[in-house]
Structures are given as C-alpha cells and as structure tokens.
C-alpha cells in the first residue's frame, strides 16, 4: 500500500476499535480503504445518527492519543476461526476468512484491544494519524447483494496533513452545493423510482433536451467525420456474447442471461439446481469451440468450458455492450479495401450489473446510453483514425468547457497473461496509440494493466471547476474481436484481410456525462444546453398582448422560451427566474412595449439594457449556434 493507503486502511480499525468501545454489540465485516478515504461496514440494531458520528469520531481521537501499535500477527487457518470466535465475530468474519485462497498467509492486525483479520499494511502507531473526518452513514448489502442483509456503513476520509484535509472538506462542501441529485431535483432534469429500479433514469423533459441537445451536437461532429448513424436491439443471444468473449468474462458486471421459455421449461422439469443452470448458460458447444480456437491459433475455449448440445441453454443477454451488434452490422455485406474505414455510431442504450452500494444518481447506473461507435479500419489506417477519435473528444470538451483534463494510455500487464490476441500486434496498437497521445498537446501517462482484454486503450481524465476527476471519454484498440467473429475485407492484392477495430466514445455514458455537466456547471447550463432558455416577464397586464406576440415570435425562431404572466410583483419573477436558472430574463414594460424592445438581465452578467426585439433574438441564436459559454462581467476593482 502507499503512505496514503496505510493511513486510511489503519484509520479503518481505529473505526472499528471506537464503534465497538461505543457500541460492543456490533458485529464487524469489512474495512477497506479508497481512493477517497475509508469505510468500515457494521451489524447494529441501533441505527447510528449523526450525533454518533461525533462521539466516534471524539473515541477515534483518543485511540490515537493512547499511540496504540500496530502489529501483524500470521496464524493458521484454524487459530484465525478460534480467534475470530473468541471475540463474537464470526457472523461475516468466518466468511471473509473462507475467501482467502488456500496456501496464502492469513493475518490479523493488533491495535490496543482490536484485532481484525487483516492483510495489512498499516502505520506503525495510531498517533500518526492526525488528519481524519467521518463524513457519513450509509446502507450497503453485505458483499454488495441486495439479499443479503443490509449493513450500516460509516465512511471517513483520511490525509497526511490538517491542511490537505481541510482542503478536501472545503472541496467536498462545495461538492455537496453542487450535487447532481440535488440540482437534478431543483431543475427537474431526471428522476430515479424505486419501483422502476435503482440505477434506472427516468428523463424529465428538461432533461430529455439536455440529452438531446447533447446528442445533436455529437451527431454532428459525427457526419463532418464520416460516421454513419445504425440502430440495433436491446437484447442479443447468448452465443453472440459467448462468441466474443464478453460472456463469461464479465458476467459479475452483466445482469444474468434470460431463458428462453422451452430452456427455461426444460430445466424446471429437470429440477436444476442454480449452479448447474449457469454452468450451462457459460458453456458452449463443441463447434463454437472449434471454431473459435481455429480462429484465435490458440485454445481460447477451454475443454472445461464444452457440453454435448442438448445441455446447452438457448438464452439472451441484455446488451451490456454495442460491439458485437456493430460487427455484424459490418459483416452483413462484403468490404473491399476501398470501403474502409467503415464508421458506425449509435446512441444505444447498454445494461450492467452494479452493485447496490456502487449506484450513485446519474454517474453510476444499471441502464446507460453510450455515444457508441466503431470503427473498422486496415492496420495501415489505426494511427489516423486514433487520430480522428482523439479530435472529436477534444471538441467535444472544449465545446464544453472542459479543457482541464489529462489522458490514460492503458496497456497490458508485463506477463500479459490475462489479455488475447498477438503480442506483435499488441506492440503496434500501443505504440500507435502512445503516438496518438502525445499529438494532443496535454499531459499523459501510461497505466500497465488497464488496457481491455482484447487491446489498449486512451481515457480522458476531466477535472471539473472544484477539482474532482471523472473519467469520460475512451478510445480503444481492438485486433480481437475481428478475429473472433472472422471479419475480412478483400485487399488490393485480391486476398482477404483482417479489419482493425476501434471501439470509441467521447462521452463513455450519456447519464454519468450529464450528471457531471450539471456539478460542472452548477446548473448553470450555457444557453444552447438550458431546457429554458429565456423567460419573458411583463410587467403589467397592460403589455400581454406585446409579450405573448414576442413569446410566439421567439418560439416559431426556435428558442425555448416561457412567458410568466403571474399576477406578482416583478421582484418575485426575477427572485423565481433565478432559482430555476434561467440563462436570460426579459424585462417588458410599457416603454417596451411601445418600443418593440426588451430590457435584458443575464444569470451571468446581470443587466445588459434595453435593445430592439429583433436584435436580441438574433444574438440569442448566435450564441445558441456558436455554443458559447456564458462569460461572467468582468468585476470592478474600486479605485486606489
């Protein structure tokens, strides 16, 4: 672990030590540091509160006053059992000791009274741990399944320093005002319903124009690029995932495949236990098999993996991804050299299975819609097209004020154990996207281990305005899935060839992008963005018919416009205007309306006067076609 890590892991068991002087009827699971702090997951019948935080907290304090060490014990197997049970532990302990593969160390660490079951690392006394914060209580499944128990878990953060604390707490207040589920709520943007399901967005109105809007800029840049628009299904079978290896491979993040009714009536007769229903849905027939290892070179498919076909379950899979149904788009109709590349994007909704305490609003969801595309290209054009790829989401930030961001090149592991395909051809992609990276004029780094399984691949890392980083926009390098599905183009020289493939989105997910637009902007979304763009406020009802023809001028111009005809006073138009964050209000009182004027407040430059009707519709869809961004007035400094 890092210094860092060693804190927060060791911050952990202090936790747990001050919950069970506080609380010793608790029962533990588990501790675990993060990128962001700490957590530590409790059995209670009492339901901590906020005031208990303080009181942990306070205990936490003393702990490391008492500068307890912290010291690792390895045991066997058997003495691990008897200690966890000596200290009425076992009822998810017992359990986390049995995931521990046979042969490896089993380890607990002491601090004061607490001992936990523990691979470490942590500082050497609690006294170094002098920069620590609860922050909140939340429930989480047991092993993140939602039949499992539902557990109380309180989570904290962790630094090596009061003052990178306090800068974090201050990054999180603002964070917390600037909360997507909150502004979301405020705006009506969206909606999640439990009896739809979490980590289901329903879109609002409001929201559904963000969304579209959004999707029209990217179609857009999609056309001047070449790209051609496809639809496809929200299921495909299960062979097809099994053909490219996304099933099994990802099935802890795929939600379970869905029988046919014959299958499903054949394994009701048969009384099938459940394993034996997913070690047959993971299988395949010997043909499948053949037929791709001949392909691969290799034995891709194992034996293990190989049942007689009357085993075999017919079944479809929720589309956890778009590739597989773009490569048969592609290979619906023989390519020449000549064709290529070919470039196909869709807006397609994909399903995965998050865990329950992982789902949070918009950024992290079960249903998502990815501004998908890909392309398949020769070996000759992956460098170009990497290119081209990288641009568009260059554009695609900038156009949003996103410029502070940082690129992943993600490689394969050394051994490379876990990745497919030649290593030749590994050699080429990453170099090809490396060469990519550094034409784009912004920091990068390269990760080994965090390439996909069939190529590398390039993320962009977005800071937003309070310094948060989200990771959005991927580009990836494929010499797999061509092989695997047998996909050729016929060459110059009259012989079939392999396509390469590129799997890109500028966005990664419509839902996690807008949710970080709505933080980054705080709402305030730049007029081309706003689901209400301008507001009309009349004064009197002395202007209603000047004010209801300007309403239906602007609205047959395109704008999305309101007219607030309320009977109240103009302070409490504005007052409501502001709360809704409308980018522009217009003023219209008599001398307006004499005047075939309007008198002007932006949200992010306050009044900018009085000017003709004509003149402010047309700036307004000068700014809606530009995109700008809302540039604040310059503030004025008072005289020496």
Known sequence: MSPLEEIRHSCSHVLATAVLR??????????????????????????????????????????TKENQSFMRKEVSREEAAEIIKSRG???????????????????FYENGEFADLCAGTHVRYSSKLKAFKLLSIAGAYHRGDEKNKQLQRIYGTAFSSKEELAAYLEQMEQAKARDHRKIGKELKLFHIDEEVGQGLILWTPNGAIIRQELQDFIGGELRKQGYSQVFTPHIGKLELYKTSGHFPYYKESQFAPVLENESLAQVAAEGCPCGEVFARLEAVSAQLAQKINSRTGRETITPDRIKPNEQLLNGFMLKPMNCPHHIKIFDSQPHSYRDLPVRLAEFGTVYRWEQSGELSGMTRVRGFTQDDAHLFCTEDQVAAEIQGCLSLVKTVLTT??????????????????????????????????????????????????????????????????????????????????PVRFDLNYVGADNEKHRPVMIHRAPFGSMERFCGVLIEHFNGDFPVWLAPEQVRLLPISDKVEDYSRDLYAKMKAAGC???????????????????????????????????????????RARGNEGVMTADDYIAKLLGEIATRSLPVKAPSIKPEA
């Open 400 to 481: 949003l004020g996103m410029s502070d961001y940082r690129v992943r090149v993600g490689l394969r592991d050394p051994d490379g154990k876990k990745f497919a395909g030649n290593p030749e051809q590994w050699d080429r992609a990453e170099a090809a996207c490396r060469d990519a990276a550094q034409t784009l004029g912004v920091p990068f780094t390269e990760e080994p281990g965090e390439a996909a399984f069939y190529g590398p691949k390039i993320d962009f890392v977005v800071k937003d305005v309070i310094g948060r980083e989200w990771q959005l926009g991927t580009v990836q390098v494929d010499y797999v899935l």
């Open 22 to 63: 506080l609380f010793p009827d608790a029962k533990l699971d588990i501790g675990p540091p993060t990128d962001s702090g700490f957590y530590y997951d409790f059995d209670l019948e009492h339901k901590f509160t906020a005031d208990d935080l303080v009181k942990i907290e306070e205990e936490m304090k003393k702990i």
């Open 89 to 107: 532990q076992e009822r998810y302990k017992l359990g986390r000791l049995a995931d521990i593969p046979a042969g490896e160390a089993i380890s």
């Open 560 to 602: 999305r416009v309101t007219l607030d005809d309320h009977s109240e006073k103009l302070g409490a138009k504005i007052r409501r205007a502001e709360l809704d964050k409308v980018p522009y209000t217009l003023v219209i009182g008599q001398q307006e309306a004499e005047a075939n004027s309007v008198s002007v407040r932006s």
